[in-house]
């Protein structure tokens, strides 16, 4: 792709940059803006980050997976570094010189003074007076090693992050448009129910309110959210159908019947002869992503094309929706993405938005539209529900020999076992789910590798060795040996006290360990020390990846211990932070981190690895102290 799509440098010497990626509080605006800099050689307060615009930015899949590093800032490093090279260009044919007498440094090309000659120097800006930047970026374009990095691989502080802290950014629920108004909707009382009829007239009646409907939708517009929500709760509606199963008969719904075919056979055939064998089924319930800023969308309409504000993680995905929804074509539809309130995978839609759009069109005024907690809880998708069986066996030497993983639900992320096993048969499998889930931090990595640590905890009790002696023995993969050993080093696993437990996983292409130290107090599980270690490649900015190894850990410590989702006949009975228990101040024990920065590696994402070996660390630590093993999350519960 052209240069001039990703890069603009202005007449002050500013660089504008492109990029189709979110910030959700994961910095990633700060660590692109590093990318940028160092490739460039220029003062990162000279860049500035244009993210998240459908009208102004390249298309952009969304940003998910932990891809935002690996791919955006190589792709970027390599749109800097042709601008870089380009620049040179034009300052050796303008200057009429050997091209290898000159170099890029803070913002300019110099030609360095010799005995012969002064030094010569122009500015980016100067070079590109009267011309652009038309150069085309290649995979071959040839970037600074991380072992030479100045700016990227420091931690360079949170652009804007005084903004953030002082209340000045805007987040989609703190915007305000000229005339606009505020939106509810009339939402069912169970999943699946559709309304049977409605008396509207109380709430035509009130000052200012409009009713808007369209089949199933019904909405309201007003000056302001209160009215907005009386004028709901003024309509007079009977409704019909719906429900839905309830926990207690989960399990049963989510679960498969699987041929196990010729892989099943072998797994039988090396159970027969083992040493030891472990036959375990493991259970995870839904969880909600509870992000700070629930959903919100605020839609304008003019000159028939829709302008949409909203925070998602898939600007373009949302544009997609807008466009179906009311029938446009692409260009009439323009979203925008304010940094926003946290998303942990639960803000690929684009609900808030459309509703927004639906109502602003029925008024022809601008609309806003916040989602309430309850809305939040009970409307967006959940972390999948897992049902998950192991089996597997060890010889007489405590080395794996057989391995079978089956997952129902959660999806095939960082399903793989990591260890080495000589027969093996390891398979996802979708199910019906009774709920709306969808993508959430780590994906289904965290269920998952809940179940495969919890076995081989499982296994090592069997051999009668050390939880971790016994992982290391069956593991060959250096760099998960290095973070296990790291970790294990830094806790002090050889001379521990107290009840312990340790865990590690792969995903995305990050690394990590835990170790974890928990006690039992007033019948419940109280986690008292947590040390991890995480390496991802080459580290972009040491405190902002550490922020993100914490998070992770604090978000892994809900599901773990006490997050639940609970419902019955199609209604969700904890759908409020009173009844719904996220992870307290008091529930979080000091958390150190390790991080292994590896220079010689690529960088890779670090917004979801962190997260998935907690809940096993902690479950083993829960074993040690109670001499059972929790075969099911939340296990605090």
Request: charged share 25%.
């Amino acid at each position: 792709m052209n240069l001039g799509a990703w890069l603009h440098i202005g007449e002050d010497g500013v660089v504008q940059v492109f990029t189709g990626k979110t910030e959700v509080g994961q910095n990633i605006r700060t660590s692109l803006a590093q990318a940028i800099a160092e490739e460039l050689h220029l003062p990162i307060e000279r860049i500035h980050m244009l993210m998240a615009d459908t009208d102004l930015v390249p298309f952009d899949m969304g940003t998910f997976g932990s891809r935002s590093t690996p791919d955006m800032a190589l792709h970027l490093r390599k749109v800097a570094a042709t601008a870089r090279e380009e620049l040179i260009d034009l300052a050796a044919k303008e200057w009429d010189v050997d091209r290898g007498d000159l170099s890029a440094a803070e913002g300019s090309v110099i030609r360095p003074k010799a005995e012969t000659r002064e030094e010569k120097r122009a500015t980016y800006a100067q070079l590109l007076k009267d011309r652009k930047l038309a150069a085309t970026v290649t995979s071959d374009t040839k970037l600074k090693p991380a072992s030479e990095w100045k700016i990227a691989g420091t931690s360079v502080p949170k652009i804007n992050g005084r903004d953030f802290v002082t209340g000045k950014h805007l987040y989609t629920t703190d915007m305000s448009l000229p005339g606009m108004l505020h939106g509810k909707i009339l939402r069912a009382p169970v999943y699946g129910a559709k309304l049977k009829s409605l008396d509207d007239t109380k709430a035509k009646a009130m000052e200012g309110v409009s009713v808007v409907k369209d089949g199933d939708f019904v909405g309201v517009t007003a000056p302001n959210p209160s009215l907005a929500q009386q004028a709901i709760d003024a309509m007079a509606v009977e409704w019909e159908g719906g429900g839905g199963p309830s926990n207690a008969g989960l399990w049963e719904v989510l679960k498969n019947k699987i041929d196990r075919g010729d892989e099943g056979k072998r797994i039988d055939e090396a159970l027969a002869t083992a040493a030891q064998k472990l036959e375990k089924t493991f259970n995870v319930e839904y969880i909600a992503h509870c992000p700070l800023e629930t959903r919100a969308g605020v839609a304008e309409w003019k000159d028939g094309k829709l302008t949409a504000w909203t925070g998602t993680q898939r600007p373009f995905g949302v544009k997609d929706e807008l466009a179906k929804a009311f029938s446009l074509p692409p260009e009439k539809v323009r979203v925008i993405v304010p940094d926003t309130g946290s998303g942990y995978g639960g803000k690929h839609s684009g609900e808030a938005a459309v509703e927004a759009a639906r109502l602003a069109k029925a008024v022809e005024r601008p609309v806003k539209v916040s989602w309430s907690r309850e809305e939040e809880f009970w409307w967006a998708y959940f972390r999948p529900a897992a049902v998950i069986e192991v089996r597997a066996a060890i010889d007489k030497e405590a080395k794996l020999t057989a391995w079978e993983f089956h997952s129902h639900n959660p999806g095939g992320a960082a399903i793989e076992t990591p260890y080495e096993v000589p027969v093996k048969s390891v398979r996802s499998h979708g199910s019906r789910s009774p709920l709306r889930q969808g993508s959430y931090r780590g994906l289904a990595a965290a269920a998952n590798g809940f179940a495969r640590e919890s076995a081989m905890d499982e296994l090592a009790a069997l051999a009668g060795l050390d939880p971790l002696e016994f992982r290391l023995r069956n593991l060959k993969d250096e760099r998960l040996r290095a973070v296990l050993e790291a970790a294990a080093e830094k806790f002090g696993w050889k001379d521990r006290k107290g009840h312990c437990g340790i865990a590690c996983g792969i995903d995305k292409g990050g690394y990590v360990a835990n170790c974890v130290e928990v006690e039992g107090k007033d019948g419940e599980v109280k986690v008292r020390r947590i040390v991890a270690a995480f390496e991802c490649g080459a580290t972009v900015n040491p405190v902002h990846l550490k922020s993100q190894v914490e998070g992770s850990i604090v978000m892994g410590l809900g599901g773990a211990l006490f997050e639940a989702i609970r419902f019955a006949d199609g209604k969700i009975l904890n759908p409020t932070f009173s009844k719904y228990r996220v992870p307290r101040f008091s529930d979080v024990p000091p958390i150190e981190i390790v991080l292994l920065d590896r220079k010689d590696l690529p960088s890779a994402g670090a917004g979801e690895c962190p997260i998935i070996a907690i809940a096993p660390a902690i479950g083993g630590a829960i074993q040690s102290a109670t001499g059972k093993r929790p075969l099911a999350m939340p296990m605090g519960a």
